[in-house]
């Protein structure tokens, strides 16, 4: 059983930049391929990046490609999510999940594919 924490959320101004982090509190976070989703008001969970389980491959939604980045510590079991040039419409609860495979595939972009989720954590972006 994992369990995911994140941190790094709050209120920014549009045009700036936010880190997010996930730390597992489990043994076997190299077995995992790890992701960031987020939830507006609204609307649905959407995918928004993805990590296999030795960092050697990303993918990413359009929608934030070239301005997000996701990275992994194993060490330190934390996954991160560098989130630069911020938009309005980035405002959501952002979460980050666990997949029980070392692949990012072709589930590893849908969020029923999922282990272990975070609570979320909040980030604002204002205009």
């Known amino acids: 059983q994992e369990q995911l924490v994140e941190s790094g959320g709050g209120l920014v101004q549009a045009g700036t930049s936010l880190r997010l982090s996930c730390t597992a509190s489990?043994?076997?976070?190299?077995?995992?391929?790890m992701g960031w989703f987020r939830q507006a008001p609204g609307k649905e969970r959407d995918f928004v990046a993805a990590?296999?389980?030795?960092?050697?491959?990303?993918a990413y939604a359009d929608s934030v490609k070239g301005r997000f980045s996701i990275s992994r510590d194993n060490a330190k079991n934390t996954v991160y999510l560098q989130m630069n040039s911020l938009k309005s419409e980035d405002t959501a609860v952002y979460y980050c999940?666990?997949?029980?495979?070392?692949?990012?595939?072709?589930?590893?972009?849908?969020?029923?594919?999922?282990?272990?989720w975070g609570q979320g954590t909040q980030v604002t972006v204002s205009s």
């Open positions: 999940a666990a997949r029980s495979d070392l692949r990012i595939g072709s589930k590893g972009f849908t969020s029923s594919a999922y282990d272990y």
């Open positions: 489990g043994r076997a976070f190299t077995n995992y391929v």
């Open positions: 990590i296999s389980w030795n960092g050697y491959n990303t």
